[in-house]
């Protein structure tokens, strides 16, 4: 067994296994050789597809009991279908991002495999380590009904717990009800219970909390006193609720405005003035409780305004007292914002700086039954808007050019207006306006800025107004193909330039060089700019002359000692042609405009005749061309066929101008081949269609006219005889090829015979053997002695095998064995069959069956013929087993007429298991073991059969 798995691997093994390594499809053969060399292959397309990627990822903190997500981050080609978690301590799910919580620390082995919908599946495995929590626990206990100390009790589970954090449930302590301490303590801000929080925190950053109730109680004979306020101070209530012989646990406050207080000594701040009921009710350690009632009255403030609430910076402001009072106004206390004050009723102030300023004014008015009186203060911002900030650009400011100014003032209330000063008699209101300076010199430039507050500022900047470069510049005419040469002349001296010389080219040198590709007049533009970057352009025109256009022609009877006469065609552009100067290439010179000339004989050479034209304008230009002088020339020729062809028909002839000249150039051929063709090719490629001798002539001209002509006979020949006969045959024979009679076996070179199949031969009426049936085109290509060569083709039939096949029943010894057909013709059909069964018996029937008369195995041999002769075989083992033995026994002990109870006692001598029975008693069959029956009559006989059936059937 030969396997292919086409990505590299084989295998010889008869059933192999194998992994591809890559996804896609595979075309997998296998190749399978008999003990006597024959083989058969068979492929198919092998789909692999690419399987899924799996991977996930986890919150960062494991700690015990903590729920933990999984996140699935798994990729593939194809959908993913199912997710299978193991989390190392016996638990799985199938959910896709699952939570789990770890109730003991260790480490984990955890495992996701991902199955796709083409059912490829991979796994990724991760150790996740889950670190142990600790057991919160406290305890605590109340002193004298006031301070609540706290004792932590926590079980550390084999850790270091590093953290605490105690949450007391009493908001109204403040940044008192929280603490980070291990035990501490706190004071409760009133009673009642309070749901007391811990929290701890190992090494691991792993925590665990517990809550806790706590109930906090308090105690009376009332009494208190308070001071007299204003409306926004604090009233102070002093509890002096005697304690001799009791212990106070509780106050309850009502301050008359539906607030409620706890505190023995509390504060509170009225939202109103007025006169208020404050009642005070007390409890003690009994749990007994009292109440007394006072009346309190709380004043009035003075009504605190000012103005006013906005200035301009630098500017003195003047603040006016605008509070409305309730009794006689006292003192004054103003803070200015800047760290100054004053005690005026009505002060000035200049802030040194712009901004907004906090402005507080305090008022004191005199109040009965208070020392200091009541006060009330007042603070607005007051905006001192700064100058605005005042600035301009302007661009290079070149004498009547526009200028443009750009405002670059700000200001945070926002630009009402703009004054712009030019300084040589014109202004604008523009915020960015554009201005022409008609005189050069120098300008102080003003701009005046005002805000929406009515502030102001200005500027003052000096500008430089520069005269404008004067463009000029030098350039002679020249004529096609020499040099312009570009002087600048700009005054004042320019510091930069560019050129454009009016045929696309440009330059950025002061005094450039050119050269015009044609001739013409070109507007060449320069621009200049100067130091101070104001810049002006001019365009001249510059001239380029052009050249005369050189050209001249002679009669081409160019034989040798024939006279050339040569005629001047050339022509002036815009101008005349004064002069002519040529030079025949021999020494030999002319001034005339159309001279004549004999050349010396010579044999083939050529001569370089120049003409050189002057026109009026100086401009010259030459031109030079090759006059060949030559002789008679010689034909010749020769020709070949290709190589391993020879001179036949159909083949290719290759004729080779090998003619000469004594003087001038070979200019003209003409072939004629002897069958009705030409050709004015110099080497021809000719086909002869028919065999025989042809004339072939081939006529040459020179250069000057002079023509030769030559001619050969040439012999082609006829292609030789071919064919072949052969004989059809089945796969496995072989097959034998036969030369036709017809052909010449003396004038014969070469056999070439090709079997269709890959295989060649090289010898006359040659065999072959093929490896698979089919049909071949198989060809005979003859060459004879004169290298003419001639093929022949025919389809050569190779008829398949039989393949051959049967099935049979299970053989049971001395029972009939049915055998089936199953052989599939090949290219004719099946006929005849030669089965033998091993135990020297045969027939030549399709379907067979056969008795074994003796147990054992036995090789059966089935020989298939088809209507072709072609012939195949294959041989099975066929088991014969031997069947089982039946008996059974009988009795009529019932007491009931006719009835008999049949048992069955059959065997099988190899211990095989009967598990089929078939009972005909009087005509009633059953398949019970072991049945009863009730015969209607008695004393008569009757048959009893029995037919059972084992395992094999």
Same mark, same amino acid.
């Given at each position: 067994w030969a396997w292919d798995f086409n990505d590299g691997n084989t295998s010889n093994q008869q059933n192999p296994s194998h992994i591809f390594t890559n996804g896609g499809s595979y075309l997998v053969s296998l190749t399978v050789t008999t003990a006597g060399g024959c083989s058969s292959q068979i492929a198919h397309l092998v789909d692999v597809n690419y399987g899924p990627t799996a991977n996930f990822i986890h919150t960062s903190l494991h700690c015990t009991n903590d729920s933990i997500q999984f996140t699935d981050v798994s990729t593939g080609n194809a959908t993913i279908i199912t997710w299978e978690w193991q989390f190392g301590d016996g638990s799985s799910t199938t959910l896709r991002n699952p939570k789990h919580a770890y109730p003991t620390s260790g480490t984990y082995l955890v495992n996701l495999r991902v199955t796709d919908e083409n059912g490829c599946y991979q796994d990724k495995t991760e150790n996740l380590i889950i670190d142990q929590s600790p057991e919160a626990n406290f305890n605590w206990d109340i002193v004298n009904c006031d301070t609540t100390f706290f004792t932590d009790f926590s079980n550390n589970n084999g850790t270091n717990i590093v953290a605490w954090t105690w949450g007391f449930d009493d908001p109204a302590s403040g940044a008192q009800n929280i603490s980070f301490l291990q035990n501490p303590n706190h004071k409760f801000t009133g009673a009642g219970n309070y749901q007391v929080q811990l929290t701890v925190s190992n090494q691991h950053l792993c925590s665990d909390t517990i809550t806790q109730e706590i109930a906090y109680d308090a105690q009376p004979m009332p009494d208190f006193t308070y001071d007299t306020v204003c409306f926004g101070d604090t009233t102070h209530f002093t509890d002096i609720t005697p304690t001799d012989f009791q212990t106070i646990q @509780?106050?309850?406050?009502?301050?008359?405005?539906?607030? *409620?207080?706890?505190?023995?000594?509390?504060?509170?701040?009225?939202?109103?003035?007025? *006169?208020?009921?404050?009642?005070?009710?007390?409890?003690?350690?009994n749990f007994c409780t009292d109440s007394i009632i006072k009346e309190i009255e709380i004043h009035a403030l003075p009504q605190v305004n000012f103005a006013p609430d906005s200035s301009c910076f630098a500017s003195e402001i003047s603040f006016i007292d605008e509070t409305v009072y309730n009794t006689i106004g006292d003192s004054w206390s103003w803070d200015f914002g800047d760290s100054n004050t004053s005690t005026d009723q009505n002060p000035n102030?200049?802030?040194?700086?712009?901004? !907004?300023?906090?402005?507080?004014?305090?008022?004191?008015?005199?109040?009965?039954?208070?020392?200091?009186?009541?006060?009330?203060?007042?603070?607005?911002?007051?905006?001192?808007?700064?100058?605005?900030?005042?600035?301009?650009?302007?661009?290079?400011?070149?004498?009547?050019?526009? !200028?443009?100014?750009?405002?670059?003032?700000?200001?945070?209330? @926002?630009?009402?207006?703009?004054?712009?000063?030019f300084n040589d008699g014109s202004s604008s209101t523009a915020a960015n306006p554009t201005h022409i300076y008609t005189t050069a010199g120098v300008y102080q430039v003003k701009l005046i800025i005002t805000d929406l507050m009515g502030c102001t500022d200005s500027i003052e900047k000096a500008v430089n107004v520069y005269e404008i470069p004067v463009v000029s510049f030098d350039a002679p005419a020249v004529c096609l193909g020499d040099t312009t040469i570009f002087t600048d002349n700009t005054l004042p001296a320019g510091n930069s330039w560019n050129w454009s010389f009016g045929d696309g080219a440009s330059s950025t040198l002061s005094n450039p060089k050119h050269l015009y590709n044609n001739a013409g007049t070109y507007s060449v533009l320069l621009e200049v700019e100067d130091i101070h970057a104001c810049n002006s352009s001019a365009v001249q025109e510059v001239e380029v002359m052009p050249l005369p256009i050189v050209d001249f022609s002679w009669n081409f009877a160019a034989c040798a000692g024939d006279t050339v006469f040569f005629e001047d065609l050339s022509q002036g552009v815009n101008t005349t042609i004064t002069n002519w100067n040529w030079n025949f290439g021999d020494n030999t010179t002319s001034t005339e405009q159309d001279p004549k000339h004999v050349y010396v004989q010579s044999n083939d050479i050529t001569y370089e005749v120049t003409l050189i034209i002057t026109t009026a304008t100086g401009c010259i230009d030459s031109l030079m061309q090759v006059i060949n002088i030559t002789g008679i020339p010689d034909a010749q020729f020769s020709y070949t066929n290709n190589e391993g062809q020879g001179p036949c028909i159909n083949n290719q002839f290759t004729f080779s101008d090998e003619s000469s000249t004594e003087s001038g150039l070979i200019q003209n051929w003409h072939w004629d081949f002897g069958d009705a063709t030409t050709s004015n090719s110099q080497n021809p490629i000719h086909y002869f269609a028919s065999a025989g001798i042809y004339a072939v002539k081939l006529t040459v001209d020179n250069s000057a006219g002079c023509h030769d002509t030559i001619t050969q006979n040439i012999t082609v020949f006829d292609l030789p005889i071919t064919n072949f006969t052969f004989d059809s045959v089945c796969l496995g024979d072989t097959t034998h090829f036969n030369d036709s009679n017809e052909i010449n076996i003396g004038a014969t070179d070469e056999w070439n015979y090709t079997f269709g199949d890959g295989a060649s031969a090289t010898s006359s009426d040659p065999t072959h053997f093929y490896i698979s049936p089919g049909n071949y085109t198989v060809q005979l290509q003859i060459t004879d002695t004169n290298l003419c060569v001639n093929r022949m083709e025919h389809q050569v039939p190779i008829y398949g095998l039989p393949q051959v096949n049967f099935t049979f029943d299970t053989a049971c010894l001395g029972l009939p064995t049915q055998y089936t057909d199953l052989t599939q013709e090949a290219d004719h059909p099946l006929n005849t069959w030669d089965w033998s069964f091993g135990d020297g018996a045969s027939t030549t029937l399709s379907n067979p069956s056969h008795t074994f008369t003796d147990f054992g195995a036995f090789n059966t041999k089935l020989i298939i013929t088809d209507t072709w002769g072609c012939t195949d075989s294959l041989q099975k083992l066929v088991n014969v087993h031997e069947p089982p033995i039946a008996h059974f026994n009988w009795s009529d002990t019932s007491c009931t007429s006719g009835l008999i109870y049949f048992t069955d006692s059959s065997y099988h001598n190899q211990g095989h298991q009967i598990t089929d029975f078939l009972w005909t008693i009087d005509g009633f069959e059953t398949d019970t073991q072991n049945p009863q029956y009730t015969f209607p009559q008695t004393e008569i006989a009757y048959p009893i059969n029995l037919i059972i059936t084992d395992v094999r059937g």
């Open positions: @509780g106050w309850e406050w009502d301050f008359g405005d539906n607030v *409620i207080s706890h505190e023995q000594n509390p504060v509170h701040k009225y939202l109103a003035a007025g *006169i208020y009921q404050v009642k005070l009710k007390v409890l003690n350690t102030h200049t802030y040194a700086a712009a901004g !907004t300023y906090q402005v507080s004014l305090t008022v004191t008015e005199l109040v009965e039954g208070t020392a200091a009186g009541c006060s009330n203060s007042y603070t607005k911002a007051h905006y001192v808007n700064p100058l605005p900030t005042v600035d301009f650009t302007f661009d290079t400011v070149c004498l009547g050019t526009l !200028t443009q100014f750009s405002s670059l003032s700000s200001s945070p209330v @926002g630009i009402e207006s703009y004054t712009w000063d």
